[in-house]
């Protein structure tokens, strides 16, 4: 048998034919298959447009009615917005108001043709709305929730489940819905907000508020947020946000009478300048920590804590007060309070003191910083009013000050056995009514060098002084 064999050069030459005939073969799968595949994608994609489920952009709300053929008004006119309305009542006549034809509770579905820019007012006054849920509606473009419900008045439900990335206002947005009970803002986004002042005013019907999803890094101002909230137990903040555009907080939690703990933490950057009324009222409250505060900016601190009977302690280390002008009736009443220390305050440019301890009647010792100098104040009228248990005050402060009267200053002051008045500043004094009246264990009053030259009127100044044996008041003019 004949043996068959290829030269290499044949060889070679059969590789690259080989080699060409299956490049060929790719180049036509390629020119046949990248149209296929063109088409196939596009095909895909107006499949998935087409096909494409439309998202809901809905408010679903619940109406209550007392009475048969009730008419009831839906939302407000005012709000230029397009939409169809599904009722459960077949008789709608299309406007904002639907006579419902048996009592009870109604379904209503709000269907928006386009995303919204603003919910500002649009269930204003609305007596009959008791529940509504957002979580259907497209909230993207929403920047005003402002009046939203203010006025609701039997609003007990609202369910907020949604991200609202450009939302910048939300002032009086729940202002005396008195019944609400429930608010859900799990995915609420508040990090462009800049006002919530008078938000939740007036809910008395809120125990529980979870705001941790709130991102307060750009609020201005919260007056009054909570005013007049209760029976409001607790408040639960995000420990990581920062409160460092705050410009003001007047009256934040004031009348909050059940609010038994308050995070702090949150405002340890701020641009606050006062603190007034902040706590005022807050019954419950047992201890607070303004250590964390940022108080380099503040000038007031008017009734901060006026009437909380149960606060206990206060922790006001490291608190600057350099700029402090008010500081009247910050503690009014504050009944539980034993100790307070002051030693970190600079009191040069305090002007006002009006009653600032008034009716702390367990207040024992109060602890001064005995550099600083009142230079400035011009009034403390009844500063230690009714401090009944207070049996030592530091009169050093007061070396240097503008004060025209010490009227009531130390009147009730029932455990105080002496006192050095010779350190005041004296000389623009024009009255002393009631100074130490009825501090009635007092046996020592220092008046070396009181100048009364300018004082007109002393009426009640030691009325029922009962313990005091002798007074020299030789240096009076």
Do not use: W
Request: with cysteine; net charge neutral; glycine share 2%.
């Amino acid at each position: 048998m004949e043996s068959f064999e290829l030269d290499t050069q044949t060889l070679d030459d059969l590789i690259i034919k080989d080699k060409e005939y299956y490049a060929k073969r790719r180049r036509k799968c390629l020119m046949i298959s990248i149209p296929i595949i063109l088409i196939l994608t596009i095909t895909g994609v107006v499949l998935f447009l087409v096909l494409k489920p439309i998202p809901d952009n809905k408010i679903i709300c619940q109406y209550e009615t007392k009475k048969d053929n009730e008419n009831v008004i839906l939302f407000n006119k005012k709000n230029d917005v397009k939409f169809t309305l599904i009722i459960d009542d077949v008789e709608y006549d299309k406007k904002n108001s639907h006579i419902f034809k048996k009592a009870g509770i109604h379904k209503v579905i709000f269907d928006f043709e386009k995303k919204l820019d603003s919910l500002e007012g649009f269930f204003e006054g609305n007596k009959y709305l008791l529940e509504v849920d957002f979580t259907k509606l497209q909230l993207e473009n929403i920047k005003s929730m402002a009046y939203l419900f203010k006025d609701c008045e039997n609003l007990k439900n609202a369910n907020f489940d949604i991200k609202t990335p450009n939302l910048e206002n939300t002032r009086n947005m729940f202002y005396r819905c008195a019944l609400l009970t429930q608010v859900n803002f799990k995915n609420f986004d508040t990090s462009k907000v800049e006002r919530m002042d008078y938000m939740f005013y007036g809910c008395g019907a809120l125990t529980y508020l979870d705001i941790s999803s709130f991102n307060l890094g750009n609020l201005k101002n919260s007056t009054s947020m909570f005013t007049y909230c209760t029976n409001l137990t607790e408040i639960t903040f995000n420990n990581n946000t920062l409160t460092k555009n705050l410009e003001t907080m007047e009256g934040m939690f004031m009348y909050c009478p059940a609010l038994k703990k308050i995070n702090t933490k949150i405002f340890r950057e701020n641009k606050l300048t006062n603190l007034n009324y902040v706590f005022t009222y807050c019954a419950s409250l047992t201890e607070i920590d303004l250590s964390y505060f940022e108080t380099k900016n503040i000038t007031e601190l008017r009734s901060t804590f006026y009437n909380c009977y149960s606060l206990q302690t206060i922790n006001l280390t490291g608190f600057d007060s350099s700029k402090l002008e008010r500081m009247d009736y910050m503690f009014h009443s504050c009944e539980s309070l034993t100790y307070l220390d002051f030693s970190s305050f600079n009191l040069e440019n305090l002007k006002n003191s009006t009653g600032m301890f008034v009716d702390c009647i367990n207040l024992k010792e109060i602890k001064f910083n005995n550099y600083t100098a009142t230079k400035n104040i011009e009034t403390m009228e009844g500063m230690f009013f009714n401090c009944r248990s207070l049996q030592k005050i530091n009169t050093k402060i007061f070396k240097v000050n503008k004060l025209t009267n010490l009227n009531y200053v130390f009147k009730y002051c029932a455990s105080l056995t002496e006192i050095d008045l010779s350190y005041f500043e004296t000389k623009y004094i024009t009255e002393l009514i009631g100074t130490f009246q009825y501090c009635i264990n007092l046996t020592k009053v220092n008046l070396t060098g009181f100048d009364t030259s300018k004082v007109n009127i002393m009426n009640y100044m030691f009325y029922r002084c009962e313990s005091l044996t002798s007074l020299d008041i030789s240096s009076f003019n």
